[in-house]
Nanobody, 121 residues
Framework: VQLQASGGGSVQAGDPLRLSCAASGRTFRNYVMGWFRQAPGKEREFVSVINWSGESTYYANSVKGRFTVSRDNAKNTVYLQMNSLNPEDTAIYYC???????????????WGQGTQVTVSS
């Protein structure tokens, strides 16, 4: 499956931003979708995951209560609504697809190209 992330940008602390990830090439609904991010000089880290139907989600503690993941299987798209952004959220955000419900990057077989999110104070 091919993944195309979009929606990144430069915002002020406290602003919201919504990322999208459009999938093509294979049956989108067969894949668990995850969001990961990588800040400069840091390891890639898990952000959120949503299961095949969208009924189950899981978040990293650092974003819990601020970020919401959702998916529209009819549109082959997964979203990450990010609220109350702070400078620590600055990173390149990646969407990824996996056949397994997991927070581990190694479980994901397909990755998007990433979209930059920059939050200034």
């Amino acid at each position: 499956v091919q993944l195309q992330a979009s929606g990144g940008g430069s915002v002020q602390a406290g602003d919201p931003l919504r990322l999208s990830c459009a999938a093509s090439g294979r049956t989108f609904r067969n894949y668990v979708m995850g969001w990961f991010r990588q800040a400069p000089g840091k390891e890639r880290e898990f952000v959120s995951v949503i299961n095949w139907s969208g009924e189950s989600t899981y978040y990293a503690n650092s974003v819990k209560g601020r970020f919401t993941v959702s998916r529209d299987n009819a549109k082959n798209t997964v979203y990450l609504q990010m609220n109350s952004l702070n400078p620590e959220d600055t990173a390149i955000y990646y969407c990824a697809a996996s056949p397994r419900y997991s927070a581990l990057a190694d479980e994901y077989d397909f990755w998007g190209q990433g979209t930059q999110v920059t939050v200034s104070s």
